[in-house]
């Protein structure tokens, strides 16, 4: 399976905001925003002029970036939601904000949304009782996402109980935390997505 395998801290470098990809570290002084607030590489520190394809083109990286999906992943959920009735930005962030593995992110069981797709391409979390190993997989309204009952799973999720605290679960999720469970209500507004991102750019990229 495809996936970045680079230095995550230059992605955030990259975009000029902290993306949250690195889970704890991102709350301490080593971030690496915190040190070098601006891109990498020998030119980061010039001026250039930013034309509107460029900031197009960044917002749709950033977007890419924060939730952890290649190109061509992105493109399909891109042309999915311009087929569907509705603001195709918000309902973008929608196809996103339902993977599998951003709702084990949101419900706090893991710091960062690639630690999330690592637990669960282990197998260690159920959707409505079945055991979901693919991280892309899409939850709908009503689906429980819950931890298996093995001691190395609840070990895992309970040492990352102080980041949950620092990030509040989202109201269109309902969370269990003595068991591990999540349950789905609802879809997410676009005011409930904490992402700041320019979603109409990345449309409007696509529409070119």
């Given at each position: 399976?495809?996936?970045?395998?680079?230095?995550?801290?230059?992605?955030?470098?990259?975009?000029?905001?902290?993306?949250?990809l690195k889970g704890e570290r991102c709350y301490t002084?080593?971030?690496?925003?915190?040190?070098?607030?601006?891109p990498p590489g020998q030119h980061g520190q010039r001026?250039?002029?930013?034309?509107?394809?460029?900031?197009?083109?960044?917002?749709?990286?950033?977007?890419?970036?924060?939730?952890?999906?290649?190109?061509?992943?992105?493109?399909?959920?891109?042309e999915r939601a311009s087929r569907k009735r509705g603001?195709?930005?918000?309902?973008?962030?929608?196809?996103?904000?339902?993977?599998?593995?951003?709702?084990?992110?949101?419900?706090?069981?893991?710091?960062?949304?690639?630690?999330?797709?690592?637990?669960?391409?282990?197998?260690?979390?159920?959707?409505?009782?079945?055991?979901?190993?693919?991280?892309?997989?899409?939850?709908?309204?009503?689906?429980?996402?819950?931890?298996?009952?093995?001691?190395?799973?609840?070990?895992?999720?309970?040492?990352?109980?102080?980041?949950?605290?620092?990030?509040?679960?989202?109201?269109?999720?309902?969370?269990?935390?003595?068991?591990?469970?999540?349950?789905?209500?609802?879809?997410?507004?676009?005011?409930?997505?904490?992402?700041?991102?320019?979603?109409?750019?990345?449309?409007?990229?696509?529409?070119?």
């Amino acid at each position: 399976m495809a996936r970045y395998t680079g230095p995550s801290c230059k992605l955030c470098r990259r975009e000029g905001e902290k993306l949250y990809l690195k889970g704890e570290r991102c709350y301490t002084s080593k971030c690496a925003i915190e040190r070098r607030a601006y891109p990498p590489g020998q030119h980061g520190q010039r001026r250039t002029k930013v034309s509107d394809y460029a900031l197009q083109l960044r917002e749709k990286q950033k977007l890419r970036r924060i939730y952890g999906v290649l190109e061509r992943q992105f493109r399909i959920y891109c042309e999915r939601a311009s087929r569907k009735r509705g603001l195709t930005g918000e309902l973008l962030l929608q196809f996103l904000e339902r993977r599998l593995d951003n709702i084990v992110f949101r419900a706090g069981f893991s710091p960062s949304r690639s630690s999330a797709r690592q637990m669960v391409r282990h197998g260690h979390f159920l959707v409505n009782g079945r055991k979901v190993n693919v991280p892309s997989c899409l939850v709908s309204t009503g689906d429980v996402v819950e931890a298996r009952e093995k001691e190395s799973t609840k070990k895992w999720i309970q040492q990352w109980s102080e980041i949950r605290t620092r990030r509040p679960v989202p109201e269109w999720l309902a969370l269990n935390g003595d068991v591990f469970k999540v349950t789905v209500l609802r879809l997410p507004k676009r005011e409930e997505i904490a992402v700041t991102v320019d979603e109409s750019a990345v449309i409007e990229l696509y529409s070119k």
